[in-house]
């Protein structure tokens, strides 16, 4: 395997990512804003339901604040995940069966179980038809890149750009062919 320099690949969000942020920060702020108002000002007492709604919010909202994923960096060891709270995820090559990037007809059949869909990325897993399961841990989904273990486990991630992170990979690693062939 050939010497690698490290190098850093960018975790930018994409619009849709950006947008569903923005939302799902705005309610939160409205919801919290009319809680209190229901507690100081309002003739109700403290409300339960709505208590319980602003809190598991805000708990989902740290939690995928601080597993986004913030940069991406390749050395000769392997592939580093960097996240912003969590700790980060490393990939030696060693355990890497190949990195190819995921067409973009195949991104588009991916199927939700437990995920968190554009709010500061996209986290959590989903069904590949043709794959199974494989954990996203992304901020955009134009750029993806699916990484297979020898474990059979896989991860999407996108590293920004795309084209320069497959270039920087080892030879045996990259598969230059997008998708999968099963």
Same mark, same amino acid.
């Given at each position: 395997?050939?010497?690698?320099?490290?190098?850093?690949?960018?975790?930018?969000?994409?619009?849709?990512?950006?947008?569903?942020?923005?939302?799902?920060?705005?309610?939160?702020?409205?919801?919290?804003?009319?809680?209190?108002?229901?507690?100081?000002?309002?003739?109700?007492?403290?409300?339960?339901?709505?208590? /319980?709604?602003?809190?598991?919010?805000?708990?989902?909202?740290?939690?995928?604040? &601080? @597993?986004?994923?913030?940069?991406?960096?390749?050395?000769?060891?392997?592939?580093?995940?960097?996240?912003?709270?969590?700790?980060?995820?490393?990939?030696?090559?060693?355990?890497?069966?190949?990195?190819?990037?995921?067409? @973009?007809?195949?991104?588009?059949?991916?199927?939700?179980?437990?995920?968190?869909?554009?709010?500061?990325?996209?986290? &959590?897993?989903?069904?590949?038809? /043709?794959? &199974?399961?494989?954990?996203?841990?992304?901020?955009?989904?134009?750029?993806?890149?699916?990484?297979?273990? @020898?474990?059979?486990?896989?991860?999407?991630?996108?590293? @920004?750009?795309?084209?320069?992170?497959?270039?920087?990979?080892?030879?045996?690693?990259?598969?230059?062919?997008? &998708?999968?062939?099963?």
């Amino acid at each position: 395997m050939e010497l690698l320099k490290k190098e850093n690949f960018a975790a930018p969000r994409d619009i849709y990512s950006r947008l569903a942020t923005a939302f799902t920060l705005i309610t939160f702020v409205f919801l919290s804003f009319y809680w209190l108002w229901k507690i100081f000002w309002g003739t109700q007492k403290l409300d339960l339901w709505l208590t /319980g709604i602003l809190l598991f919010l805000l708990l989902v909202l740290l939690w995928a604040y &601080g @597993h986004k994923p913030t940069a991406y960096t390749l050395d000769h060891k392997g592939l580093l995940v960097r996240r912003r709270w969590g700790r980060p995820l490393f990939f030696p090559f060693s355990s890497i069966l190949d990195i190819r990037e995921l067409a @973009h007809n195949k991104a588009s059949a991916l199927i939700p179980f437990f995920r968190i869909g554009g709010v500061f990325g996209y986290l &959590g897993i989903y069904q590949l038809p /043709g794959l &199974g399961r494989v954990t996203m841990l992304a901020t955009r989904r134009d750029e993806l890149v699916l990484v297979r273990l @020898h474990t059979d486990k896989s991860y999407l991630l996108s590293p @920004h750009p795309r084209e320069d992170f497959m270039a920087a990979l080892p030879r045996d690693k990259r598969t230059l062919q997008p &998708g999968f062939e099963e």
